[in-house]
């Protein structure tokens, strides 16, 4: 378990909630971000859920605008761990 959220992590959490995917997901997901934060295999499948359209009430434009706010974080993270590399 990390001990303490980055910024980055604690913003894909809020994320992860509103995405239209199923309960079950966003659990596991959740659970995956407190335990072990945010990781790259868990980002791109976060990617990958986000291109696919789910049920009847699939929202083209809200998938796409979740897509970029997740590639913003994504891109944030990246760029702090590598600055805490050094």
């Known amino acids: 378990m990390t001990s303490r959220l980055s910024a980055e992590e604690?913003?894909?959490?809020?994320?992860?909630?509103?995405?239209?995917?199923?309960?079950?997901?966003k659990n596991q997901w959740t659970q995956n971000v407190n335990e072990?934060?945010?990781?790259?295999?868990?980002?791109?499948?976060?990617?990958?859920?986000?291109l696919v359209a789910e049920g009847e009430k699939d929202n083209p434009l809200l998938r796409r605008r979740y897509t970029s706010q997740l590639l913003q974080i994504v891109q944030r993270w990246r760029l702090s761990r590598q600055t805490n590399k050094r």
Not at 16 to 23: C, K
Not at 36 to 50: H, P, Q, V
């Open 10 to 25: 604690r913003e894909l959490l809020k994320l992860i909630e509103r995405l239209p995917v199923a309960p079950e997901k």
């Open 36 to 50: 072990n934060g945010l990781t790259e295999g868990l980002a791109e499948e976060l990617r990958k859920a986000l």
